[in-house]
């Protein structure tokens, strides 16, 4: 008989801890505290710390600023994956399988429409969390999409882009969606429908090159980083200390490239603001 493997190890499992979820808490990238989830998502993934704006799910960003949260999607084209046959460390097509079983969304963008504060509006937003929101041709072809139902419901245009810019694995065809996104919002211009663009953390490369700055406004949420190349590679390519903040919401609007900088919870109220302005709607 083996005394210790018959009577103490079963009683030691028994009072084993149960195991606990990697899935509760939230690590605040600015100040380091644990975020409870369940309170950060009432939070609209705000830190109630420090204040700071975690990115915040596509699909609650809907619904946070249309009415009551309701709108409806628009259906976009399915395009071809994978045109270029694309491969590095796995395939393209691997790649885009895992997102969209990540995201439940087939590609890094959804364009819906419905009323924000009582005005028929079109929004098109892009999900960092699908391939860190870059473009390629089914973004591209969304925000075509969404710019053209506006014209179409005589309705202004918001985009809301979270984007590291254009997707690689795309190639040419990818920095193609710059200039068909800047011809399809100058349209919207021409026909005088507002177009807002919102820039949240991050908004970079070939999306801030090209629709992202080429709204009647710029509203930016505090704190998001905005810009083309990455602080890093600026500084290693003038030699020159960036000054502090640079590319940061904040900085810009100092510096004129940004109009508005608000916090999170008040773009539902500030966007209402200036659609009526430019809308002249009392």
């Excluded at 979270?162 to 694995?169: E, Y």
Aim: proline share 3%; aromatic share 6%.
């Amino acid at each position: 008989m083996n005394w210790i493997a018959d009577f103490v190890r079963p009683k030691i499992k028994k009072t084993t801890a149960k195991e606990i979820a990697d899935n509760l808490w939230t690590k605040c990238p600015e100040c380091g505290q644990m975020l409870f989830n369940k309170e950060l998502e009432k939070d609209w993934h705000i830190c109630s710390f420090c204040g700071h704006h975690l990115r915040l799910p596509i699909a609650r960003r809907l619904e946070m600023l249309f009415d009551n949260g309701r709108y409806k999607l628009l259906t976009l084209p399915k395009l071809q994956d994978d045109p270029l046959n694309f491969k590095d460390s796995k395939k393209y097509t691997d790649r885009l399988r895992a997102y969209r079983r990540l995201t439940k969304n087939n590609d890094a963008i959804l364009a819906a429409s419905g009323e924000l504060g009582g005005i028929k509006t079109v929004i098109a937003a892009l999900d960092f969390s699908f391939m860190g929101g870059s473009m390629g041709t089914a973004v591209g072809e969304g925000i075509v999409k969404a710019a053209e139902f506006a014209m179409k419901t005589n309705a202004p245009l918001i985009i809301i882009s979270a984007s590291g810019g254009a997707r690689m694995q795309e190639g040419i065809l990818s920095l193609m969606q710059m200039a068909r996104t800047t011809a399809a919002v100058n349209l919207l211009k021409e026909k005088g429908l507002p177009y807002i663009s919102v820039l949240t953390d991050p908004t970079t490369g070939g999306v801030s090159a090209s629709f992202a700055m080429l709204g009647d406004v710029h509203i930016a949420e505090q704190g998001s980083i905005i810009g083309f190349a990455g602080a890093r590679v600026i500084e290693q390519t003038i030699r020159e200390t960036l000054p502090d903040g640079f590319q940061k919401a904040e900085y810009l609007r100092d510096h004129g490239m940004v109009d508005i900088v608000v916090n999170r919870l008040e773009m539902r109220n500030k966007l209402i603001k200036v659609l009526k302005l430019l809308l002249n709607k009392n």
